[in-house]
């Protein structure tokens, strides 16, 4: 089992930044890739950035925006979000995709946190 900790959602103001962590616990032998979705309300939940093997991807949409960082040490991902935008409003949640010992595979989603973006 692995359970995920999401924090740093908020409210800002458009042109503002905010940042997302997401740490992951439990049992644990390698955690690849480390990733962002994001919903916002009416819409279906939509890619937005992943960490795999210390190359990153973004959609176009964050692309030059949002930064995905991790720390491995923590098994912790990070979202950097700047110059948001009123678009940007949905609620965040991470995903991991991580084994354990005995080679067995889990994908497990955080909790969703809310960010909103004022204009």
């Known amino acids: 089992q692995v359970q995920l900790v999401e924090s740093g959602g908020g409210l800002a103001q458009a042109g503002g930044s905010l940042r997302l962590s997401c740490a992951a616990s439990?049992?644990?032998?390698?955690?690849?890739?480390m990733g962002w979705y994001r919903q916002a309300p009416g819409k279906q939940r939509e890619w937005v950035a992943t960490?795999?093997?210390?190359?990153?991807n973004y959609a176009d949409s964050v692309k030059g925006r949002f930064t995905i960082s991790r720390d491995n040490t923590k098994n912790t991902v990070y979202l950097q979000m700047n110059s948001l935008k009123p678009e940007d409003t949905a609620v965040y949640y991470c995903n991991v995709k991580t084994w354990d010992v005995r080679g067995l595979r889990y994908d497990t989603w955080g909790q969703g946190t809310q960010v909103t973006v004022s204009s």
């Open positions: 439990g049992s644990i032998l390698s955690i690849n890739p």
């Open positions: 960490t795999s093997g210390g190359s990153t």
